[in-house]
């Protein structure tokens, strides 16, 4: 029989190594957060798919465009109302853009929490229009998504209790399924981990292709993150379940050898149900629509890790916390006990 439960050091520290880097890459500001979560535009830039111009060119075009409009501006003799609040609030802010490619000769350009008037953006789509018309065939029906900062902020709140409500009812129904076996909230905390350590993973990897390639995130990948907490705690579930039963069926059985066993037990099935899902989102990633590339990249690398993790993470901390306890009842049984001196 596999010794899992032998290398459960081994496994943890596999989860280390992914999770590390990905939380130095966090640290540096690698996670890239989108107009969902900042407010701004999104542009959708169409050009023909054999001759898509390069990113830089396409965002030093649009900089320089947005800086001639604003020169030409302030050179008028006089402003009306709305001009003067543009110049004014255009003093305080840089026009930074984003740049990432598509597929078919899409762009996907953002322009963060600045806010264009019309005027404006009709310069910068004529400036575009001028330099990448004849030679890269671009198209000027232009897609402009534009997101407040309010909604963004009331966006990102929800996320963060989504994903804390999510863990809350995780450890609560845990902890209540497992009631008849010692200890229940056990189980409950170390599933808790197992997802912490998934969503980890997730950002860590985003944060690092964010750094390197400069990958944002969205309102879809709060969503995946609550899709791979979903499957990762069914996954802990499918094996916390065969542990309990083991556990009655063998009550002499030391608490690790049971634990590996029921792994092995379950080891063929958690295989074959997450490479199923990761053969179907492997498709979506390379045929879908790059809308949702990012989406599906995510849940990719969340049902991979989930998969290890309820497998190689959760139930090993169950077996270093028995243990633990273990010793800590063998080191009280081996003080000598102290009988009361008699007073005299």
């Not at 802010?93 to 984003?98: L, P, S, Y």
């Not at 863990?167 to 076996?181: E, H, M, N, P, Q």
């Not at 705690?233 to 050898?257: L, W």
Request: net charge neutral; proline share 3%.
């Amino acid at each position: 029989m596999l010794d899992l439960v032998g290398k459960k050091y081994w496994f943890l520290g596999l989860s280390l190594l992914v999770i590390i880097p990905g939380l130095f890459f966090l640290l540096l500001g690698g996670l890239r957060a989108g107009i969902d979560f900042t407010g701004g535009s999104s542009w959708e830039l169409k050009f023909d798919k054999t001759r898509t111009p390069n990113l830089t060119e396409v965002q030093n075009t649009l900089v320089e465009a947005d800086a001639k409009f604003l020169t030409e501006l302030k050179a008028k003799a006089s402003l009306t109302k709305p001009e003067q609040d543009l110049v004014n609030l255009r003093n305080s802010q840089k026009f930074e853009t984003i740049a990432q490619p598509s597929d078919n000769g899409l762009m996907i350009v953002r322009t963060g929490e600045i806010k264009l008037d019309t005027d404006e953006k009709a310069a910068l789509i004529k400036a575009l229009e001028d330099r990448f018309k004849e030679s890269n065939g671009f198209n000027s029906d232009v897609s402009i998504t534009t997101t407040g900062p309010t909604v963004a902020s009331e966006v990102t709140l929800r996320s963060f209790f989504a994903v804390l409500l999510a863990s809350a009812g995780i450890l609560l129904y845990l902890a209540w399924a497992f009631r008849k076996v010692k200890e229940p909230w056990r189980y409950g905390i170390c599933a808790v981990v197992a997802v912490l350590h998934d969503v980890l993973v997730v950002v860590g990897v985003f944060a690092i292709l964010g750094k390197l390639f400069g990958i944002e995130i969205d309102s879809l990948f709060i969503t995946a993150l609550l899709t791979v907490i979903g499957f990762s705690v069914h996954d802990t579930i499918v094996v916390f379940d065969r542990i309990r039963e083991n556990q009655i069926r063998y009550p002499g059985e030391k608490f690790a050898s049971t634990v590996n066993y029921s792994l092995v037990q379950t080891l063929a099935r958690s295989l074959n149900t997450s490479l199923t899902v990761i053969f179907t989102l492997s498709a979506l990633y390379l045929f879908g629509g790059v809308t949702i590339r990012n989406f599906v990249l995510a849940l990719l690398v969340g049902i991979i890790s989930g998969t290890y993790s309820s497998i190689f993470n959760a139930s090993m901390m169950l077996v270093i916390w028995n243990e633990f306890e273990e010793k800590q009842n063998e080191a009280k049984k081996s003080l000598p006990s102290r009988q009361p001196q008699q007073v005299r």
